[in-house]
Every structure is written in C-alpha cells, then in structure tokens.
C-alpha cells in the first residue's frame, strides 16, 4: 500500500510556489507515495499542473465536512506548511501523525515591534523542508517549480512583444505599503535602457496604463490583461525581472530569472527573497535601511503608519536603473 501524504497550504500565490520544493523533494525521494496537497479555490491552478502531486483538494466547504472528506482518503501523514488555526483543528480531527513548520511568529513581532533582530538566517523554504526531516527528505538545491499548461498561449500582439528582448516590471502586491509610488515607478522605467512589459492585476491596470501613457512605446502595460499563467510565460521569456515582495517575485525565481527586488514595509530577514537553490543568479536586494520604523508589519498595510512613506520615497531610483541596466 502506498504511502500518503496531505500539505496544507491555503494561501497565497507567493507562498504556494514557496513550498514547491518540498513536493518535488519528497515525490522524487519517496517515488511510490501519494502526494495529496489543500489549498483555496483560488490557487487551484497553481498546483493542479505539478506532475509530483497526486491530487489537489480545495478548501471550498465548511472545514468539518472537509475534513471529514478527506478523513476517508486515509492519509499517514499530514505535512502542515501554514500552521494556523484551521490546519491545527484539521490536524487533530484526521489525528494522524503530523509535521509542521515554524513560523517564528514571536520572532518576527520582536522585530516588526521592538526592531530586535533574532530570527535565524534561514530562508523559508529550508525551514519548510525542514518539516521532512523525520523521513530523510533532503533538499535537492534545484530551487522553486512553476508550472505553465501547455494549452497556454499568449496572444499574436503578446507574442510579438515577447519575441524581442525585454524587463518584466511586475507594479502590483498584494499591499499598498509594498508598492513603490506611481511617480518612482515611471523615474525607473523612463531611464531602463530596454524594452518593458509590465506585469499585475486588475487592480493594476490603471497605474500600468499611467505609466506607460507617461514614458512612451518602449513600455507595454498587460496589467491585468493576462491571467496568472500568462503572465507567468511573460516572465519566462523575459531577461530580467523587477518585482516588488509579491508573488511573480517567486514565479520568476522558479524560471531562474536575474530578479532586482524592491522592498518597503516588509524586509528580507524575514527569509522571503528570491530562492534559486544551488543556482547562482545574479540579483540584487533594493530596501532603504536605518529607518526606526521598518519593518512595520509582517505583511503590510493600506497607507503608511507613519504617513511619510520613506521606506519606498528614499529608494534609490538612480541606484536601481544602474543595476537593471548593467546586471
């Protein structure tokens, strides 16, 4: 009989593409076992393409008769990689052994509240694997999957523009205070000595459009013009990537890409950057130090706390077009 597995990770896409390497690492290491993952409705399409799964669950019912659903499936064990409330009451009512991962929550409130430093310098993905150590899974330096269905396409005018050499500028995140302002954005793009594809969502499309209207014909906007995939096959042709700490940041990481990362509220020690495993890609980390208010939050706010905003208005605009035009 074989052995089966259940991950739980509900959200979001950042953090499903994070925890790739652990599905991979123990598929191929466990080749006879059944993977099983959850997650929400919403990030079905991130998972149901990773040929290392066996199935994946949503989470689109009440979370007893989910569970109870799922309590027929007979798992073995269940590899917790989100560690909250709901996977602890889904944890105990399939009582089953069960591996999960640290948070470091009390870590990470030290230094958002108190600015004291003691979360250790791992990043999260090791920390994710760290969960299979029990079974001798061992991390196989590959980095992050992504995988695009083959029936995806790009449009003739996408194609076109992707045949040509060029920056994915991805504008949006998830939270306002992640966000470089409207007027940073186009200082950095009007001085890329390169074609630009902008890359976001719906609630993007705006800002894209501003920006493009602002610069010229070297800047393209397909803010939510393109589904998660596509924009995922954008950033895939593209020859470097500029992201804020959002999800495309990790999608671009998956395909290897040379990525100029920006960051405002949120910091990198929080262990959430760029991971290529054992791949040496060039990046580089753009974040304005010293400031007694960074972090100010694990995740991030609508508009700044302090209303000054110094953690995106001090970046170095400057800085970052050298980088993006020498990397």
Same mark, same amino acid.
């Given at each position: 009989m074989r052995t089966k597995f259940l991950i739980l990770r509900f959200s979001s896409i950042g953090d499903i593409v994070l925890t790739t390497p652990v599905v991979r690492c123990l598929k191929q290491q466990y080749p006879k076992a059944e993977i099983h993952y959850l997650t929400k409705p919403a990030f079905k399409s991130i998972l149901e393409h990773n040929p290392y799964l066996s199935h994946v669950h949503m989470l689109d019912k009440p979370l007893l008769q989910k569970t109870i659903e799922l309590k027929h499936l007979g798992f073995d064990y269940i590899i917790d990689l989100h560690n909250n409330l709901r996977t602890r009451i889904i944890k105990s009512l399939l009582d089953v052994p069960s591996f999960s991962y640290e948070k470091l929550n009390t870590e990470k409130a030290q230094l958002v509240n108190f600015k004291t430093n003691t979360l250790p310098q791992v990043h999260i993905v090791d920390r994710y694997l760290d969960t299979l150590s029990s079974f001798g899974v061992t991390n196989d330096g590959q980095g992050l999957d992504y995988f695009i269905p083959e029936d995806v396409n790009l449009n003739d005018e996408v194609k076109q523009l992707t045949s040509k050499h060029y920056i994915a500028v991805a504008i949006g995140a998830q939270h306002s205070t992640k966000r470089l302002p409207i007027q940073k954005l186009i200082d950095v793009c009007k001085n890329i000595n390169s074609n630009i594809i902008l890359l976001g969502g719906k609630e993007d499309?705006? $800002?894209?459009?501003?920006?493009?209207?602002?610069?010229?014909?070297?800047?393209?906007?397909?803010?939510?013009? =393109?589904? =998660?995939?596509?924009?995922? =096959?954008?950033?895939? @042709?593209?020859?470097?990537?500029?992201?804020?700490? $959002?999800? =495309?940041?990790?999608?671009?990481?998956? @395909?290897?890409?040379?990525?100029?990362?920006?960051?405002?509220? $949120?910091?990198?020690? @929080?262990?959430? $950057?760029?991971?290529?495993?054992?791949?040496?890609?060039?990046?580089?980390?753009?974040e304005v130090k010293n400031l007694s208010c960074r972090p100010c939050s694990k995740i991030g706010f609508n508009a700044c706390p302090k209303k000054h905003f110094n953690c995106m208005h001090l970046q170095d605009a400057i800085g970052l077009v050298a980088v993006v035009n020498s990397l």
């Amino acid at each position: 009989m074989r052995t089966k597995f259940l991950i739980l990770r509900f959200s979001s896409i950042g953090d499903i593409v994070l925890t790739t390497p652990v599905v991979r690492c123990l598929k191929q290491q466990y080749p006879k076992a059944e993977i099983h993952y959850l997650t929400k409705p919403a990030f079905k399409s991130i998972l149901e393409h990773n040929p290392y799964l066996s199935h994946v669950h949503m989470l689109d019912k009440p979370l007893l008769q989910k569970t109870i659903e799922l309590k027929h499936l007979g798992f073995d064990y269940i590899i917790d990689l989100h560690n909250n409330l709901r996977t602890r009451i889904i944890k105990s009512l399939l009582d089953v052994p069960s591996f999960s991962y640290e948070k470091l929550n009390t870590e990470k409130a030290q230094l958002v509240n108190f600015k004291t430093n003691t979360l250790p310098q791992v990043h999260i993905v090791d920390r994710y694997l760290d969960t299979l150590s029990s079974f001798g899974v061992t991390n196989d330096g590959q980095g992050l999957d992504y995988f695009i269905p083959e029936d995806v396409n790009l449009n003739d005018e996408v194609k076109q523009l992707t045949s040509k050499h060029y920056i994915a500028v991805a504008i949006g995140a998830q939270h306002s205070t992640k966000r470089l302002p409207i007027q940073k954005l186009i200082d950095v793009c009007k001085n890329i000595n390169s074609n630009i594809i902008l890359l976001g969502g719906k609630e993007d499309e705006q $800002t894209g459009e501003e920006i493009a209207k602002q610069i010229g014909s070297h800047v393209v906007n397909l803010s939510g013009k =393109l589904s =998660l995939h596509q924009s995922a =096959l954008v950033i895939k @042709f593209a020859q470097k990537v500029i992201s804020h700490d $959002t999800g =495309l940041m990790h999608i671009a990481a998956a @395909f290897k890409k040379p990525i100029i990362s920006i960051w405002g509220n $949120t910091v990198p020690d @929080f262990g959430m $950057t760029p991971y290529y495993g054992n791949y040496k890609i060039n990046q580089q980390l753009f974040e304005v130090k010293n400031l007694s208010c960074r972090p100010c939050s694990k995740i991030g706010f609508n508009a700044c706390p302090k209303k000054h905003f110094n953690c995106m208005h001090l970046q170095d605009a400057i800085g970052l077009v050298a980088v993006v035009n020498s990397l």
